[in-house]
């Protein structure tokens, strides 16, 4: 059988489903490709993340559409969501991708996990998710939403393999500030970095949560950046900026990283001209060190 696969957000981030997708096909003795528009397939497959990319009009109409784009409970077949990712159709990837666990125990407003994924729970073990079809790799982007959510004993093994393996990760959906006490500070700075710490300051009631883990993990010795996410909407701009000096001001290392707001179900909310302003003064280093916001003006 010849397939296709196809990312319709054409974004240069792996797609995790359509690497299972080819896996399981490859299993099967099928061939894969990527979809080319006007060539005939015996099935096509199409993965969507974002719900405000349009659908790409070259799909057949029998194409098996799917992803938090199209559908936020949409779910691979459990035969597939199981295989390991196929890495020879991103040849360009250094690192292995993965998730340790899944689910989330928050309620988040603005989130879809709990929705998509459920209550936190462990799924794989990092020799597993390195151990891929290309060999056996020692860098991995990790995509949990809320690794620190499992439980104590599950963090302190994977990364206590980690080490022992010189694995540098990085979890690349953030780690929860507000988890972050002497024991868990100390675990996490031991970390192999890859990059750096990731938290995520969404609300005004974070940036105490997140100002705390900072300081705890370089009384622990961690020396490299902070990146920092932060929601910003159209009516929260001062809030924005509240959470941005607050940060630059608790450390120099700190990188703040504005994202506008995009609604799930309504593609007509569209981040103001003013928000988009911020985002592109904050998220470039350059001119957020060169300026204040409020002197800004491009």
Known sequence: MRVAIHSVDATTYPNLALMRISAWHKKQGDTVEW???????????????????????YLPDDAIRGGTGYDVTSRLPPEIDTMSPDYT????LEEAYGFLTRGCPNR????????KEGAIRPVADIEQICNTNTGFRHKAVLMDNNFLAAPTDFCREQIDKMRRLKIRVDFNQATDARLYDEQTAQMMASVPWLQFVRVSCDTDAMLPHCIRAIQLLRSFGYKRDFFVYLLAKNDGIESALHRIYGLMAADRRAVPFVMPYRSLTDNSIMPSNDLRRLARWCNRAWIRKSCRFEDYHA
Not at 35 to 57: E, G
Not at 89 to 92: D, E, H, K, L
């Open 108 to 115: 988040c407003p603005w989130c879809v996990v709990p929705r």
């Open 89 to 92: 159709i991103y040849p360009q």
């Open 35 to 57: 979809f080319m528009p006007l060539v005939k397939y015996n099935r096509v497959y199409a993965s969507k993340v974002f719900t405000f990319t349009p659908d790409d009009p």
